[in-house]
C-alpha cells in the first residue's frame, strides 16, 4: 500500500518570494508521482510528474519538484511566486505495479502568497 | 478547461434520497475515474471504469455505484444518503487505465440536509 504525508497543511508566502511545498510518500513498490493544484471552486490541474528518468520534473508556470528515492520526498518548488499561485497544492502516488490508475493523494498544502 | 464535463454542479438532497451524478470523459479518454473530496477525508478514489469495464475499487461504500455506458459517459449514484455524505464529487479521465496523466472535471457539490 502507498501513503502520502504533505509535511505543511499552510504556507504563507510573500509575492515574489521562493516557496518549497514538501511531500513524503510510503511505498513498498516503485511509483509514479504528480503535484496537482486546486484553485478555488474548481477542480484539479495536473502541474507535473515524475514517471521515470530525470529526478528533477519541470512543469507549468514556473514549478519543479525533485523525486529524492532515498529520502522517498517530492518536493515542489518556485523560486519566485505570484499572487495568482494562491491555491491548494496536492501530492499524489500511484503504484507502477497497479493498472487501475488509483492516485492516492496527500492531505493538501494551502498557499498563501501575500502582497 | 480540462475537457471533463460533471452535471449538475451542485446537488442540495436530505437524508435518506438517491441522487446520480454524471460524467462525460475528454474525447477519446477511454478511463473514468471517480474521486470524493472532503474535509476530514480528503481526496478519496472511489472506483476506475476503463471502455465499460471496472477496474478497480477504492473506498466506495455499498450505498454507492456507478458505471459506464457505452459512449464512454459515467454515473456514480448515491442512495440512503447520510450527511456525511455531502462532499466534492470529481470524476477524471485518461487515456489509458495507468495514471500517467489524469484529467479532472470541476465537480460536483453534494450537500446532504
Known amino acids: 500500500a502507498q501513503s502520502v504525508t504533505q509535511l505543511d497543511s499552510q504556507v504563507p508566502v510573500f509575492e515574489e518570494a521562493p516557496v518549497e511545498l514538501r511531500c513524503n510518500y510510503s511505498?513498498?513498490?516503485?511509483?509514479?508521482l504528480f503535484w496537482y493544484v486546486q484553485y478555488p471552486n474548481q477542480g484539479l490541474q495536473l502541474l507535473l510528474k515524475?514517471?521515470?528518468?530525470?529526478?528533477l520534473v519541470k512543469g507549468i508556470n514556473g514549478f519543479e519538484a525533485e523525486f529524492n528515492k532515498s529520502q522517498t520526498s517530492f518536493h515542489l518548488r518556485k523560486p519566485s511566486v505570484h499572487i495568482s499561485d494562491t491555491a491548494e497544492y496536492f501530492c499524489?502516488?500511484?503504484?507502477?505495479?497497479?493498472?487501475?490508475?488509483?492516485?492516492?493523494f496527500g492531505q493538501g498544502t494551502t498557499l498563501q502568497v501575500k502582497p | 478547461d480540462s475537457g471533463v464535463t460533471q452535471t449538475p454542479k451542485h446537488l442540495i438532497t436530505a437524508t435518506g434520497q438517491r441522487v446520480t451524478l454524471r460524467c462525460s470523459p475528454r474525447?477519446?479518454?477511454?478511463?473514468v475515474y471517480w474521486y470524493q473530496q472532503s474535509l476530514d477525508q480528503g481526496l478519496q478514489f472511489l472506483i476506475h471504469?476503463?471502455?465499460?469495464?471496472?477496474?478497480a475499487k477504492g473506498n466506495i461504500l455499498e450505498r454507492f455505484s456507478a458505471q459506464q455506458f457505452p459512449d464512454l459517459h459515467s454515473e456514480l449514484n448515491l442512495s440512503s444518503l447520510e450527511l456525511g455524505d455531502s462532499a466534492l464529487y470529481f470524476c477524471a479521465s485518461s487515456t489509458t487505465t495507468g495514471a500517467y496523466e489524469q484529467f479532472f472535471g470541476p465537480g460536483t457539490r453534494l450537500t446532504v440536509l
Open positions: 515524475y514517471l521515470s528518468g530525470s529526478t
Open positions: 499524489a502516488v500511484s503504484s507502477h505495479a497497479s493498472n487501475t490508475g488509483k492516485l492516492i
Open positions: 471504469y476503463y471502455n465499460g469495464e471496472e477496474r
Open positions: 511505498s513498498s513498490v516503485s511509483v509514479y
Open positions: 474525447s477519446g479518454d477511454l478511463s
